[in-house]
């Protein structure tokens, strides 16, 4: 089992990182005063010394430890390595993202040192923004001189401060006003705050601060303790949690995440970067999510490029496995080109022109945020002329190779938020090519035989919905698709027609009173109770009554699909095995 130290906004999310694996963890916090709704995490609370930690841990079989707790509980994580080196577990350490240090900035490397900086620079009207825990530490500098305090509204809060013997005129409160307009209303010549990273609201209180015009004191946020005997490792983000965890703890998920071309094409480019800038080829290069999170990511090399073998997880990805390259060569402006195996875009509808390599947006720009300097980055995927032919990028008119792709660097296991975001770019290019009309299917097999209804249309306007019914319509929709012919095979049509818009096994299965009370319906008395597979329907159902039952299951299917489509005309077709098409 897992146990998580959380409380902060860094333990909410290292839940929800959690809770998507199904397996029971235990979320640890002092009070109960963090609103969390969990459902597989048992959330206790109550402040517990190392022997009481101890104790737990071995109750419940705690295997892996995440420290997602405040940057500043110093005592906490010292007593979390502690307890981690007594029952021999290993660490996460969920820590913030924290901007690069702003020299403009007073840096200080504690309170003592604030003090001293804050004296010496002449500062006699202060607004600390550190917190109530930090009214003690900061009490040589209150007595002499005029200062207010932001803290929580609430009951331990004004204990606290009362407590440290804080007067109570001076605090002010979250609840009621943000830093810039407490600035405005105190007129302080300075803020003090902590290094809290950009979920703890750095950077609107040195924003705030400088609209202000008045100086910034930053205590340095403290370094995570060590011990012999301890691993450690650190992410900041829920990505790099997932990965970290299915490494450590295996078997906690089911299934493991993988990495998007997008992804490793940064991580090749990152590392052939500094092997030409400095040299150095370094094993694993940390790579800057477009959520703003780090993780590391391994690399080879090769003459002249830098690689990444992309990792799919257990993600059904033909590209899984495959190298992909980069090689930089000195600019005086920053590009990014196309190589061997990186297709071409050759109709509109995309983020690029025609003849524009197919490095979609969020790569790109995952390029341009982690490479600073103006070099020429050249992708390039040996295998992917090859791998290509297994894509979508064919029927999109994407040639020459694979696209460069993901909008959050990460693939999770069967991911339905990738596919359908692959349906709404075929959409997208399908509306592009100038179709009157736009014909979805569930797959190449149903396609063929629809193709020969509609010899006119562009490639492009032929787009597969796999399971996704729903989701397809939907998108249609919003991009204004006024005509969709959508053909279906009757298993999938007998779970529509029930009302169901995902159809995909894992969420239904063919319900065969429905089917009978269809089967009624349209006049037929046939035993079904030995029915395996729909299909089977098509030999059962006598000739002369195959069209009236063809009528039913469409019309039924309509009812739920149609109003997805309000503005537009949905023609359906029920398709037969051997190419029968049937519509009412």
């Known amino acids: 089992m897992i146990l998580v130290f959380g409380g902060t906004t860094e333990g909410r999310m290292a839940a929800k990182v959690l809770e998507e694996s199904g397996a029971t963890y235990c979320y640890s916090t002092r009070s109960d005063t963090q609103d969390i709704q969990l459902v597989h995490g048992q959330h206790v609370t109550g402040a517990m010394e190392v022997p009481e930690m101890v104790a737990f841990c071995q109750e419940h079989d705690i295997r892996l430890i995440v420290d997602a707790a405040h940057p500043f509980a110093v005592n906490l994580h010292r007593n979390v390595v502690d307890l981690a080196g007594q029952i021999g577990v290993p660490i996460i350490r969920y820590d913030r993202i924290y901007p690069p240090h702003d020299e403009e900035l007073v840096w200080c490397k504690d309170y003592d040192d604030a003090i001293r900086q804050l004296n010496e620079q002449g500062i006699t009207r202060l607004l600390a923004l550190t917190g109530v825990n930090t009214i003690s530490r900061l009490r040589a500098y209150w007595q002499e001189h005029e200062c207010w305090f932001r803290i929580l509204k609430r009951d331990e809060s004004l204990a606290g401060a009362q407590k440290a013997g804080f007067p109570a005129d001076h605090l002010v409160y979250y609840e009621k006003d943000d830093t810039a307009s407490l600035i405005e209303r105190l007129h302080p010549q300075a803020i003090i705050t902590k290094e809290s990273g950009m979920s703890g609201g750095f950077d609107e209180k040195v924003q705030a601060a400088r609209q202000a015009s008045i100086e910034v004191f930053v205590v340095n946020r403290p370094d995570y303790p060590t011990a012999e005997g301890v691993t450690v490792s650190h992410v900041n983000g829920p990505h790099g949690l997932r990965r970290m965890v299915e490494k450590l703890l295996p078997e906690f998920y089911p299934l493991h995440s993988g990495l998007t071309t997008g992804t490793c094409a940064t991580a090749a480019a990152i590392a052939a970067t500094q092997q030409l800038l400095t040299g150095e080829r370094p094993t694993a290069v940390p790579v800057i999510l477009p959520n703003g999170e780090t993780i590391d990511v391994e690399v080879t090399y090769g003459d002249g490029y830098a690689s990444v073998y992309k990792e799919a997880g257990d993600d059904p990805d033909v590209t899984n496995g495959i190298e992909i390259r980069a090689s930089v060569k000195p600019s005086d402006h920053f590009e990014i080109l196309g190589g061997e195996g990186v297709g071409r875009f050759t109709v509109p509808g995309f983020d690029f022109p025609p003849g524009e390599p197919a490095i979609n947006k969020a790569p790109r720009q995952m390029l341009r945020d982690n490479i600073k300097e103006n070099v020429s980055i050249t992708i390039s995927v040996p295998q992917g002329a090859e791998i290509a032919r297994r894509t979508f990028n064919p029927r999109l008119g994407i040639e020459g190779g694979i696209s460069i792709i993901g909008v959050s660097g990460i693939v999770k296991p069967f991911s339905e938020e990738a596919f359908v975001a692959s349906i709404r770019k075929c959409m997208q290019v399908a509306k592009a090519s100038g179709s009157d009309r736009v014909v979805i299917n569930s797959g190449g097999k149903s396609e063929r035989f629809v193709k020969a209804q509609y010899t006119d249309l562009p490639q492009q306007a032929f787009v597969e919905y796999g399971n996704y019914i729903g989701e397809t319509l939907a998108i249609a929709n919003e991009l204004d698709i006024k005509n969709v012919t959508m053909g279906v095979m009757l298993g999938k049509a007998v779970k529509l027609a029930a009302g169901n818009l995902d159809t995909h096994s894992r969420h239904v299965t063919m319900d065969k009173e429905f089917v009978m009370e ?29 069209q009236d039952f063809a009528t039913v299951v469409i019309n039924h299917c309509t009812r739920y699909c149609a109003p997805l489509l309000p503005d537009g005309n949905l023609t359906l077709l029920l398709i037969t095995d051997t190419g029968t098409i049937y519509n009412s």
């Open 518 to 546: 269809m089967l009624h319906e349209a006049g037929i008395d046939i035993d079904i109770s030995n029915l395996t597979l729909a299909r089977e329907l098509w030999d059962r159902i006598p000739a002369d009554k195959l």
